[in-house]
Antibody, heavy 126, light 108 residues
Framework: QLQLQESGPGLVKPSETLSLTCTVSGGSISSSSYYWGWIRQPPGKGLEWIGSIYYSGSTYYNPSLKSRVTISVDTSKNQFSLKLSSVTAADTAVYYC??????????????????WGQGTLVTVSS | QSVLTQPPSVSGAPGQRVTISCTGSSSNIGAGYDVHWYQQLPGTAPKLLIYGNSNRPSGVPDRFSGSKSGTSASLAITGLQAEDEADYYCQSYDSSPVFGTGTKVTVL
């Protein structure tokens, strides 16, 4: 059974860079034809898609976060990572890593996320 | 603020039918993008409920159904049960994957 687990600091200072890693078990990042994603949820608020990465390193980012986001992959460790720079209190959220169960095909393939990590709360505060 | 609008809350008595709307526009749902639905129980990660507008993953009860028309989509829950009390989110595409504003379902 595929499992995803987020890890990283739970507290980040304003203006610094948030760094999280998602470790995948029960399957190989490089053997699946999916883009692995990051999604976040501020406390008491809705979900926001951050971006995704293919095992080859190809990435897609949310246009509203693109200037601050970098997603990378380490296939040797079966991990992918998120970096979000210049954070503010508005970046306080539970961060989830996720993998699609598939895609629906319209003008652009749209992933539907079937596998999720448990989420990790990152608080931005001095 | 999301481009997909959902009612903040809906409620119903056990056994009743409730529907949750997801209203978009010509740049997302109306452009031909599908809608997926997720259920999020308190303190847990979202769970896929419906994909491709109306398809249920294995294990999801047939009490849950989805539909799409024009620039909107809907999730219906029939035979409402106490365990259905949760937050529900729609998802589509508008320059990138986007989630709806979310709806809290309360079982009276």
């Amino acid at each position: 059974q595929l499992q995803l687990q987020e890890s990283g600091p739970g507290l980040v200072k304003p203006s610094e860079t948030l760094s999280l890693t998602c470790t995948v078990s029960g399957g190989s990042i490089s053997s699946s034809s999916y883009y692995w994603g990051w999604i976040r949820q501020p406390p008491g608020k809705g979900l926001e898609w951050i971006g995704s990465i293919y095992y080859s390193g190809s990435t897609y980012y949310n246009p509203s976060l693109k200037s601050r986001v970098t997603i990378s992959v380490d296939t040797s460790k079966n991990q992918f990572s998120l970096k979000l720079s210049s954070v503010t209190a508005a970046d306080t959220a539970v961060y989830y890593c996720a993998r699609p169960g598939g895609y629906s095909y319209g003008p652009t393939p749209l992933p539907y996320y079937d596998y999720w990590g448990q989420g990790t709360l990152v608080t931005v505060s001095s | 603020q999301s481009v997909l609008t959902q009612p903040p809350s809906v409620s119903g008595a056990p056994g009743q039918r409730v529907t949750i709307s997801c209203t978009g526009s010509s740049s997302n749902i109306g452009a031909g993008y599908d809608v997926h639905w997720y259920q999020q129980l308190p303190g847990t990660a979202p769970k896929l409920l419906i994909y491709g507008n109306s398809n249920r993953p294995s294990g999801v009860p047939d009490r849950f159904s989805g539909s799409k028309s024009g620039t909107s989509a809907s999730l219906a829950i029939t035979g409402l049960q106490a365990e259905d009390e949760a937050d529900y989110y729609c998802q589509s595409y508008d320059s990138s994957p986007v989630f709806g504003t979310g709806t809290k379902v309360t079982v009276l």
